[in-house]
């Protein structure tokens, strides 16, 4: 995965996000319009009911059917609010998921980071390691291996600035080599 890809990715899951947003604020919207008309349809069927349409034929059956139109009306205004909150709860169930598949790349990006900065680190102290390696040989080059505390203690015969253990294994070391110089004597 490299950077401009995971970069695409957080971009990409943002454009979806922000559509899902106006979706749903679309949804919203629609959803409220449909309420008004059924609270608008209730209150024309209840006047409706109230006209007062007994007094002939006529009136009466005029009314009836306003009545049945505007009962029919209302039906058909309370299922589209019914299938407008429908879609706004789906709206919002996929802005939901939105915002986790953008979270969920926003995080893989902030890992991609991370990991970068700890290679650069790791190349950094890399780095660094092979300069004072490069240092301190150079060091050593100029001033011989003589001058290194084991060798002094073995060379002074312990009196080096090594610890007890170094100065003891030191002395024993040239014990043995003394030993291996006189080969007539018989060894104890």
């Given amino acids: 995965m490299t950077p401009k890809w995971i970069t695409g990715l957080v971009r990409a899951r943002q454009v979806a996000e922000d559509n899902a947003k106006q979706n749903l604020a679309t949804a919203e919207r629609l959803a409220s319009r449909a309420h008004v008309r059924v609270r608008y349809n209730a209150d024309r069927l209840d006047s409706l009911r109230y006209a007062g349409a007994e007094a002939n034929a006529v009136t009466f059956v005029a009314s009836a059917v306003a009545l049945q139109a505007a009962a029919a009306t209302h039906a058909a205004a309370c299922q589209a609010a019914e299938r407008a909150d429908n879609d706004a709860l789906h709206r919002r169930e996929g802005l939901t998921d939105a915002a986790v598949s953008r979270r969920s790349a926003e995080e893989l ?80």
Wanted: hydrophobic residues 30%; aromatic residues 2%; proline residues 2%.
């Fill in 109 to 188: 990006a902030a890992r991609a980071r991370a990991a970068e900065k700890a290679r650069e680190a790791l190349l950094a102290q890399k780095a660094t390691d092979e300069i004072a390696a490069s240092v301190f040989r150079r060091n050593h080059e100029t001033h011989g291996v003589a001058d290194t505390p084991v060798n002094q203690a073995t060379v002074h015969g312990g009196s080096g600035s090594g610890t007890g253990s170094s100065s003891s294994s030191s002395s024993t070391d040239m014990q043995a080599s003394d030993d291996a110089s006189k080969p007539d004597e018989v060894q104890l």
